[in-house]
T-cell receptor, first 113, second 115 residues
Framework: SQQGEEDPQALSIQEGENATMNCSYKTSINNLQWYRQNSGRGLVHLIL?????REKHSGRLRVTLDTSKKSSSLLITASRAADTASYFC?????????????FGQGTRLTINP | EPEVTQTPSHQVTQMGQEVILRCVPISNHLYFYWYRQILGQKVEFLVS????????KSEIFDDQFSVERPDGSNFTLKIRSTKLEDSAMYFC?????????????FGEGSRLTVL
């Protein structure tokens, strides 16, 4: 299975602190993506990192990718209460056509004011 | 900003009944997906669709499930005879291109409750 697995499953921190979530996967990938899901809502794409990239930034988000270890991390700096959500990593495969994304279990992040 | 829309937002049905969940993907997208999420659990792939046919389906997507794109805009998921374990959030997603350019755009989901 190429499924991503996030850890920790749940993370609770104080507002202003940094939050780091990790993702591991099993097979080779073209890219790895991170999504956010507010409770009861749809998933929203945050950032995509290609297999030949090692680090990518977008605002307060920093994603790293280590293909040798088949792992990625998502760092949210200077967290805010509004960052409270579940965060999922997702990996694609090399399937031609409508490539699916395979999602991990997610990390439930709670930012305490 | 274009978005994926799903209807109904919530449907309650009796076990054994047929259910149709509807989705309108983003208009210039070519690849379409259904995922489901049982409450508090992971997001599971059901089926992908391209060029008017199924590209790939998961083990969950058995003979009770079918998809259609009947008119070039709607993308429907039908569950022929619902079971209790079909209770979940069902998400439709679309994207313009697969692979390296491919972020998925998700709808807000249809919550299905089977009694």
């Amino acid at each position: 299975s190429q499924q991503g697995e996030e850890d920790p499953q749940a993370l609770s921190i104080q507002e202003g602190e940094n939050a780091t979530m990790n993702c591991s996967y099993k097979t080779s990938i073209n890219n790895l993506q991170w999504y956010r899901q507010n409770s009861g809502r749809g998933l929203v794409h945050l950032i995509l990192i290609r297999s030949n990239e090692r680090e990518k930034h977008s605002g307060r988000l920093r994603v790293t990718l280590d293909t040798s270890k088949k792992s990625s991390s998502l760092l949210i700096t200077a967290s805010r209460a509004a960052d409270t959500a579940s965060y999922f990593c997702a990996t694609d495969g090399n399937f031609q056509g409508a490539q699916k994304l395979v999602f991990g279990q997610g990390t439930r992040l709670t930012i305490n004011p | 900003e274009p978005e994926v829309t799903q209807t109904p937002s919530h449907q309650v049905t009796q076990m054994g009944q047929e259910v149709i969940l509807r989705c309108v993907p983003i208009s210039n997208h070519l690849y379409f997906y259904w995922y489901r999420q049982i409450l508090g659990q992971k997001v599971e792939f059901l089926v992908s669709f391209y060029n008017n046919e199924i590209s790939e389906k998961s083990e969950i997507f058995d003979d009770q499930f079918s998809v259609e794109r009947p008119d070039g805009s709607n993308f429907t998921l039908k569950i022929r005879s619902t079971k209790l374990e079909d209770s979940a959030m069902y998400f439709c997603a679309s994207r313009w291109a697969p692979g390296n350019t491919g972020e998925l755009f998700f709808g807000e989901g249809s919550r299905l409750t089977v009694l």
